[in-house]
């Protein structure tokens, strides 16, 4: 059985080479880039990770509750940010596009705290930072996976 790639992608007419990402897309990479660049500048990464990144234990005890949501923009190194980035560029375009900017950003924000939430219940003494936005690009996984079951990703031309 031969698989035809059958999305609205493909109907395209790439005569005009034109790559267009949707605005929500856009805005987190920018912004996750723009963070990671000023804080590797800073020289305070550990300061930024433990007042930013989410501390479990400060999150319970000193009610931090805005590193539910900071911790999706910091991440720990290149690669970190890099893997983040590309998944959710690959996912979250085609999610953005189908379900529109207000449900994109309420999905993965839900996504990123609820990971964060859930993060915090189940070390709730931990004074270790949890930094990224994996969480919501898990999410993002399994949305587009229920989206385009037949879909195939060629990752590096090997997967």
Not at 24 to 52: C, D, P, Q, R
Not at 56 to 70: E, H, I, M, R
């Amino acid at each position: 059985m031969k698989y035809q790639y059958t999305s609205s992608g493909s109907k395209q007419d790439f005569s005009r080479r034109s790559i267009s990402m949707p605005v929500g897309v856009k805005f987190l990479l920018i912004t996750n880039i723009v963070v990671f660049i000023l804080m590797a500048l800073s020289g305070e990464k550990g300061f930024l990770f433990h007042s930013f990144g989410l501390v479990p234990s400060l999150v319970w005890q000193k009610l931090k509750f805005w590193q539910l949501f900071t911790y999706l923009f910091i991440h720990g190194d290149w690669l970190h940010i890099l893997l983040n980035m590309f998944m959710l560029w690959v996912c979250g375009k085609d999610l953005e596009s189908q379900w529109g900017k207000k449900d994109f950003f309420l999905f993965y924000f839900v996504c990123g705290v609820g990971a964060g939430c859930i993060s915090v219940l189940v070390d709730i003494y931990s004074f270790v930072p949890i930094v990224g936005s994996s969480g919501a690009i898990y999410g993002l996984l399994v949305a587009y996976g229920f989206s385009y079951p037949d879909r195939i990703l060629l990752l590096y031309g090997l997967f």
